[in-house]
Nanobody
Framework: QVQLVESGGGLVQAGGSLRLSCGVS????????INWYRQAPGKQRNLVAT???????NYAESVKGRFTISRDNAKNTVYLQMNSLKPEDTAVYYC?????????WGQGTQVTVSS
């Protein structure tokens, strides 16, 4: 059974940094794409960043230059380093794994940025 567990969320002041982690277990293949999404209260869930098994990355315009997605395939873990955080980054952040034609989600971790 595939499981994704996010951690690292919390409360931070504007301008601060956080690093989110997503641990993946139970996946039979490392040939996958992993995404970070976020959802603010009353809003739709939006894609923040993507990383392929080979390390290719893509970012939403709103986080380019501030967020960095990376992965450690040996540890089955994906990270989202978030710098220069803004109040509008406040949301629940979700890790999403796409592999072998299926999509899996973690439970989410809350990030709150105070002004």
């Amino acid at each position: 059974q595939v499981q994704l567990v996010e951690s690292g969320g919390g409360l931070v002041q504007a301008g601060g940094s956080l690093r989110l982690s997503c641990g993946v277990s139970g996946s039979r293949s490392n040939f996958n794409v992993i995404n970070w999404y976020r959802q603010a209260p009353g809003k739709q869930r939006n894609l923040v960043a993507t990383i392929t098994y080979g390390g290719n990355t893509n970012y939403a315009e709103s986080v380019k230059g501030r967020f960095t997605i990376s992965r450690d395939n040996a540890k089955n873990t994906v990270y989202l380093q978030m710098n220069s955080l803004k109040p509008e980054d406040t949301a629940v952040y979700y890790c999403n794994l796409i592999t072998m034609g299926r999509s899996y989600w973690g439970q989410g971790t809350q990030v709150t940025v105070s002004s």
